[in-house]
C-alpha cells in the first residue's frame, strides 16, 4: 500500500518561500509512470494541480505557478519537494502530494492527508 506523507512549516511569511516535502512509502517514487503531484486547495476553493515530478525526473509545471514553483526529489529518500517562491495570503492552502499514474495530468489515486499552509506576517 503506497502511503504520502506532507511535510513542513504551516506557517510562512509573505515574501518568503514555502518549502514541503512528501515522504513516500510501499512505493518507489522511480517507478515506470507514476507521477509525483503537489496539489493545493485555497479556502473555499477547488483543487489546483501545481505541478508534478515524473518517475524519470522530468518536471512538469502549471503555467500560471511556474514562475515561482519548483520540484525535486531525493531518490535515496523516496520524497519528493515542492518549494513555492515569493509567497502572498493569496497561496494560503491545503497542499496536498499525490501520485499520478499514467500521466502528468492523470487521475490521482494515491494522496497524502495534506497540510494546512499559512501566509501571513
Known amino acids: 500500500q503506497v502511503q504520502l506523507q506532507e511535510s513542513g512549516p504551516g506557517l510562512v511569511k509573505p515574501s518568503q518561500t514555502l518549502s514541503l516535502t512528501c515522504t513516500v512509502s510501499?512505493?518507489?517514487?522511480?517507478?515506470?509512470?507514476?507521477?509525483w503531484t503537489w496539489i493545493r486547495q485555497p479556502p473555499g476553493k477547488g483543487l489546483e494541480w501545481m505541478g508534478a515530478v515524473a518517475y524519470s525526473g522530468i518536471t512538469f509545471y502549471s503555467p500560471s505557478l511556474k514562475s515561482r514553483t519548483s520540484i525535486s526529489r531525493d531518490t535515496s529518500k523516496n520524497q519528493f519537494t515542492l518549494q513555492l517562491s515569493s509567497v502572498t495570503p493569496e497561496d494560503t492552502a491545503v497542499y496536498y502530494c499525490?501520485?499520478?499514474?499514467?500521466?502528468?495530468?492523470?487521475?490521482?489515486?494515491?494522496w497524502g492527508q495534506g497540510t494546512q499552509v499559512t501566509v501571513s506576517s
Open positions: 499525490a501520485r499520478g499514474n499514467g500521466s502528468p495530468l492523470s487521475l490521482m489515486d494515491y
Open positions: 510501499g512505493g518507489s517514487i522511480t517507478t515506470n509512470a507514476h507521477y
